[in-house]
């Protein structure tokens, strides 16, 4: 798969960082001493951790060298590895993990969550925030349109090893043995934006990478044109011009 687009991702960050800050506003240690910014992208999420953390030591983890080399350029005082999530293993106990919309692109996370349990001090907290929009029309209309076109035979398994998102209880269920205190809520943050156009830019930054990836450039142009075209019956237009997506999140 082709880097991320650091650009094209931050061109939402206002609404992109809203589920982060109030990921963060949760958080009770207060004063962690080691926290690790686990899928930090371009360091928006690491930069809220400074602000709160002023002293703590920070570490970003992240795959991406577009994402990293943006992060280190914004938190100059945190350290930063290239490293993938899925996989990763620190070399000792962490006060604060936090994740930020990373972890629903492993598709066993509900194995990695039970592992990053396991890496937190005394006391650690694990603070997540992963999308659960999969049900939504924006992404229906991809998978939909990955199995109607010549690219089906490509995209369609594609489609089929996007992570779900469990209902709330499973994590309960999950965390509840090695947590003393567990916060779970969901929010459906809804985002005036500017057209349609905003909503595939929107997902070229994010969920529509995979797919992307696996087609030319002329099927990338097919493929976005339709999913422009479906988009715009889904989405009804505001007296203001405006659409609204909404975005739940877990």
Not at 78 to 90: G, L, T, Y
Not at 92 to 116: C, E, G, S
Request: with cysteine; net charge negative; aromatic share 8%.
């Amino acid at each position: 798969m082709t880097d991320w687009n650091t650009a094209l991702y931050l061109k939402f960050e206002r609404e992109r960082t809203q589920a982060a800050l109030d990921l963060l506003a949760k958080i009770p240690h207060p004063d962690p001493g080691l926290i690790v910014d686990l899928g930090c992208g371009p360091g928006n999420s690491t930069e809220l951790l400074r602000r709160r953390y002023p002293h703590a030591e920070i570490v970003g983890i992240d795959f991406s060298q577009d994402m990293l080399a943006a992060a280190k350029t914004r938190v100059p005082s945190a350290r930063f590895e290239k490293q993938d999530i899925q996989s990763w293993c620190p070399h000792q106990k962490i006060d604060l993990i936090f994740a930020n919309a990373a972890l629903q692109f492993v598709p066993d996370h509900h194995l990695l969550l039970a592992r990053l349990m396991d890496y937190l001090d005394e006391g650690g907290c694990l603070a997540v925030q992963m999308p659960d929009n999969m049900q939504e029309m924006s992404h229906a209309l991809i998978r939909m349109i990955s199995a109607d076109g010549p690219w089906s035979e490509r995209l369609v398994p594609v489609a089929k090893t996007r992570a779900r998102i469990a209902p709330p209880e499973d994590y309960y269920q999950l965390l509840s043995r090695d947590c003393q205190n567990i916060q779970l809520w969901t929010t459906t943050y809804v985002h005036p934006l500017t057209s349609v156009d905003s909503i595939v830019e929107w997902f070229e930054g994010s969920g529509l990478r995979p797919f992307l990836a696996l087609l030319s450039a002329d099927e990338r142009v097919n493929f976005l044109s339709r999913y422009r075209a479906e988009l715009e019956q889904a989405y009804a237009v505001q007296p203001d011009g405006k659409v609204l997506l909404n975005y739940p999140r877990l």
